[in-house]
């Protein structure tokens, strides 16, 4: 149950990681501080920081600068993958498209999610059919977000497994049947200066189980509420640490 809080908790998942393939990871004192720490996190703020995640600054911050020289490109150019049904709801979205709680954001984004082949999922994934649309400019565009996605699920895996020993259950209950082969969404988002009035991306949850942001360093855009204080309208600004790099939010 969520309690009343006032900050995010930072938390170095390294000794998780280091330890994630290891049978006998649920013995090791390490992995089970940072068991402990994930639970408090999860079930007091539902947000955390994490550092020592193991992806190379190096990639995060290619991935945030190939972005950025995506969305500076003309209107013309980024419509090239304008996302449509025809693709299941993949490609680029312009600013406004995207509403959340009956009102336009304002943001533009390229929506990527796992490709799904015909008769995949059956009848219930038919909308979902498709495959990702890349830009061919800027040009390796595809090549980065394809290796930050592969690390990305690996992580989320490891971090998976820390959670699973969190609710009592094995490292390994969220993978075979259960959740092995997962269906991820990836939203690449850009912000325009906006005035004070505009909201870049109204209040809501997540669905999923687990959501990576990977944030630009100077710019404090995310907010968290305190459900607790919901009427008060208290929330929190998320200040991305250099640090960390990774804020995550575990699931609805």
């Known amino acids: 149950m969520a309690v009343d809080f006032s900050s995010i908790p930072i938390i ?5 990681l280091a330890k994630s393939d290891d049978p006998k990871m649920a013995e090791d004192p390490g992995v089970l501080d940072v068991v402990a720490q994930l639970d408090k996190a999860c079930t007091e703020a539902g947000f955390f920081y994490v550092k020592g995640h193991g992806i190379p600054d190096s990639l995060l911050k290619g991935v945030r600068d190939i972005t950025r020289r995506f969305f500076e490109l003309p209107y013309e150019e980024k419509a090239k993958i304008k996302m449509t049904p025809a693709n299941g709801f993949r490609g680029y979205e312009k600013i406004g498209e995207n509403i959340t709680e009956g009102a336009p954001d304002m943001h533009e984004a390229i929506d990527c999610y796992r490709e799904v082949t015909k008769g995949m999922y059956g009848d219930l994934g038919k909308v979902m059919e498709g495959f990702n649309q890349w ?9 980065l977000m394809e290796e930050y996605i592969s690390l990305c699920k690996d992580l989320a895996k490891k971090i998976m497994r820390g959670i699973a020993l969190a609710l009592g259950g094995s490292p390994y209950e969220f993978e075979g049947d259960r959740a092995g082969d997962p269906f991820w969404v990836m939203r690449i988002i850009g912000y325009p200066g906006v005035s004070s009035d505009d909201i870049g991306c109204g209040a809501h949850t997540d669905y999923g189980l687990l959501t990576l942001l990977n944030q630009d360093d100077d710019i404090n855009a995310l907010q968290v509420c305190n459900i607790l204080v919901l009427s008060c309208n208290i929330w929190l600004i998320v200040t991305i640490f250099k640090s960390t790099k990774f804020c995550l939010q575990n699931f609805d």
């Open 12 to 16: 170095d998942i390294s000794p998780l």
């Open 135 to 143: 830009p061919q400019n800027p040009p390796k565009f595809k090549f």
